[in-house]
């Protein structure tokens, strides 16, 4: 289960390859839920390392059995420790399933210590994980709450985020993922970089940090679909926010014909299949903020490039002109905008496009050059 390459993985989701990667073996459904996930949780950990429980309990009225104080050792001396495992709901196909006060410790080959305040997965199927992984992302982290994560390296703290929420369910017509305060410690993240990458990784961090060497991001992605008088509309919206960097949203609507078989949640996990639908027009709305990084981006530039601000500027400018005379004045004003969010005289950069009616995105994308053509553009700085 801890494996090299698995345990790799864990930064992403630590919670849930710690206790998806192991062989579960069927419990005697005649036995009652508090022995069945006793039994189920010994069986999922056994051959790689040991497990202890300290007390399982149920809670009849409100269909809920408990196991508490999780500790379990693998083989190779990595730790995971769970204050509470809740399972609510019918056993065989739970409500939720609610893990609380998680720690990971010695992993990544690292003695790294992750911790985290809850998790509550809505409609897992089952009550602990299942083996296979595509399994595992379909079933269990289909839909998720997390919050209060840290992450500890020997150095000290590098990574902690306040939630994550995900929605992966788009059966119902709608989903979305939505992540508050993720702060990283890039300073010393990257002391644990290679040498030889490091000077390179510092240029980046310092552009998006202003040398301070702490990232804050918040982020949110809403995704829906819905049928309509023979077509299905799809639409899409978000945004990241870089604190003190950058803010960059987007907004798409799309109705479209779909190939035969193929429904509307099915688009959004496959990028394949969008390209064969038939768009019937459409927009998309992609909106620049400048919250910093331009400027820095100058800076950066014009350093690299042994010249004034002042030169590498001009360069932009004449770059801009250049590619508008190329690809047209639809380009040159998304350009010129550009420019303009690097000068400091805007510092919003809002770009419209309007999709034709009657293509598909394969088409579209056969010839890029052509696009400003194609499509009804429109840029506006503020």
């Not at 790799?8 to 849930?16: E, F, I, M, Q």
């Not at 497990?51 to 409100?62: H, T, W």
């Not at 083989?75 to 399933?97: A, W």
């Not at 703290?157 to 939630?163: D, Y």
Request: avoid cysteine.
């Amino acid at each position: 289960m801890f494996s090299s390459t698995r345990a790799s993985a864990l930064s992403a989701l630590p919670l849930s390859l710690a206790l998806g990667l192991a062989t579960p073996a069927l419990a005697d459904t005649d036995r009652g839920p508090t022995d069945r996930l006793e039994a189920d949780l010994q069986a999922f950990f056994a051959g790689e390392g040991t497990l202890e429980i300290g007390d399982v309990s149920s809670a009849l009225l409100r269909s809920r059995v408990t196991a508490e104080d999780l500790r379990f050792e693998s083989h190779d001396g990595e730790r995971l420790s769970v204050e509470r495992y809740i399972v609510s709901g019918d056993y065989e196909r739970p409500d939720e399933v609610t893990l609380e006060g998680i720690r990971l410790e010695a992993f990544l080959d690292e003695p790294a210590v992750m911790g985290i305040e809850r998790v509550v997965l809505s409609d897992p199927g089952r009550a602990v994980p299942p083996r296979d992984e595509d399994a595992l992302a379909e079933q269990w982290l289909g839909s998720l709450a997390l919050s209060g994560l840290n992450l500890e390296l020997s150095e000290g703290p590098v990574a902690s985020l306040a939630s994550l929420r995900l929605d992966g369910g788009l059966e119902d017509g709608s989903g979305g993922l939505w992540v508050e305060a993720l702060e990283l410690d890039l300073a010393r993240m990257i002391d644990q970089a290679p040498a030889d990458e490091r000077t390179r990784l510092r240029m980046i961090s310092n552009v998006l940090t202003d040398g301070s060497g702490q990232l804050r991001l918040d982020a949110a992605f809403d995704a829906e679909w819905e049928e309509r008088d023979g077509h299905t509309r799809l639409a899409s919206e978000g945004y990241i926010d870089l604190v003190d960097a950058l803010h960059l949203a987007h907004a798409v609507t799309l109705p479209v014909l779909l190939p035969e078989g193929v429904n509307a949640a099915e688009l959004f996990t496959d990028e394949a299949l969008l390209e064969t639908a038939t768009l019937l027009g459409g927009d998309l709305r992609l909106t620049l903020g400048d919250r910093g990084l331009f400027p820095r981006l100058v800076t950066l530039g014009a350093a690299m490039g042994g010249v004034s601000e002042a030169q590498y500027m001009e360069q932009a400018r004449t770059q801009a002109q250049g590619f508008g005379m190329m690809l047209g004045p639809q380009v040159q004003a998304f350009l010129s905008g550009l420019v303009e969010l690097m000068e400091g005289s805007a510092e919003t950069l809002e770009l419209t496009v309007t999709l034709p009616a009657e293509s598909r995105l394969d088409g579209l994308a056969d010839d890029p050059l052509a696009l400003p053509e194609r499509l009804d553009l429109h840029v506006e700085t503020r």
